[in-house]
Nanobody
Framework: QVQLVESGGGSVQAGGSLRLSCTYS????????MGWFRQAPGKKREGITY??????YYADSAQGRFTLSQDTAKNTLYLQMNNLQPEDTAMYYC?????????????????WGQGTQVTVSS
């Protein structure tokens, strides 16, 4: 059974940093599509970044500020977020697919974590 558990969210001021963690278990293959989405109140859930068989991909909103990494020994996916801005305020979700990759499409995700809240104040 796939389980994804996020942690590391919190409240920061603009310009600050946070590192989110997604600890996973039950994955068929951790090289398969894994990544992060976020959802602000009243907005659609949007893809931020994902990795799939060694490749790492970023949405324009994350490029240059966010870094995705993985520690397979700890079964954990990380999202390092720097220079956070108020518009980054959202619930952040870890996502995984065991077959076709979701890319940045939330409708294509098979497994979700419960989410972790990030709040950035100006």
């Amino acid at each position: 059974q796939v389980q994804l558990v996020e942690s590391g969210g919190g409240s920061v001021q603009a310009g600050g940093s946070l590192r989110l963690s997604c600890t996973y278990s039950g994955l068929a293959d951790s090289r398969h599509c894994m990544g992060w989405f976020r959802q602000a109140p009243g907005k659609k859930r949007e893809g931020i970044t994902y990795m799939n068989f060694g490749g790492t991909y970023y949405a324009d909103s994350a490029q240059g500020r966010f870094t995705l990494s993985q520690d397979t020994a700890k079964n954990t996916l990380y999202l390092q977020m720097n220079n956070l801005q108020p518009e980054d305020t959202a619930m952040y979700y870890c996502a995984y697919n065991s077959r076709r990759c979701f890319m940045f499409q939330s409708d294509e995700v098979d497994y979700w974590g419960q989410g972790t809240q990030v709040t950035v104040s100006s």
